[in-house]
């Protein structure tokens, strides 16, 4: 088995070293003997998803964001949202998740276009949204825990259920108690940490969802996670009320 992993904007969306979670797959499956690529996709070159089995996007900051949309409209917004609907799985952080949804307008009023991938809005405040991140997944039976900093506030419209329930810190809005977004085999989240060498039954759960989709029921081999495991369990006692 192998799986190609496509990285959107790797130059521009890495907000807190998101591109760790591409290492963090990457790994995962070497360790278990998967074959895995990754083909980069920065500003300016063609988006290609034949043959791609998952696409990562990360956050950044509004500018970067903003740098984007020229490069982000007409094709390249075309691909995405029929690989996602075709289920190629995603996962998405932060600015990269809300770039899957309509829109994104700014705290000053500013209405940023985006792709509509997802049925969801992003509304800027001038609060920013920034510590500790726990949740509850009960995809994975687990607790999952990260770091935040978003100004953005996110709703889910129709179709778009939330990833988890919030149980330390803002998640989607501060308000809703969601955190993150599911849709097809979309991940997002807005949890940063990275968020997957904490939570190895998450990036399991979405390797897995990569795997099925393209070789039908697959078994993941267990791994030795205990150092993982101990890293995810020291900030979950720190953030258990
Ligand atoms: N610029 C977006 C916001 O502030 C996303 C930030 C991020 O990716 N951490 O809401």
Known sequence: MELKICHLYPDVL?????????????????????????????????????GCDMLFIGGGQDFEQEVLLEDLKGEKTANLK??????????AICGGYQMLGEYYETWDGTKCEFTGALALYTVGSKERMIGNLMFQCREIGSNVVG??????????????RPLGTVLDGFGNNGSDGREGARYRNVYASYAHGCLL?????LCD????????????????????DSFETAAHDYMETRLRH
């Open 14 to 50: 890495n907000l807190y070293g998101d591109r760790g979670n591409v290492l963090c797959m990457r790994r995962r499956l070497e360790w278990r003997s998967i074959g895995v690529t990754v083909e980069e996709v920065p500003i300016g070159q063609k988006l290609d998803l034949a």
């Open 82 to 91: 029929a690989a996602i609907e075709d289920g190629m799985t995603v996962l």
């Open 147 to 160: 770091f935040e900093n978003h100004s953005g506030k996110t709703y889910l419209g129709p179709g778009v």
């Open 197 to 201: 060498p904490k939570n190895p039954l």
């Open 205 to 224: 759960q979405i390797l897995r969802t990569a795997l099925e989709w393209k070789y039908g029921a697959v078994e993941l081999a267990p791994l030795d």
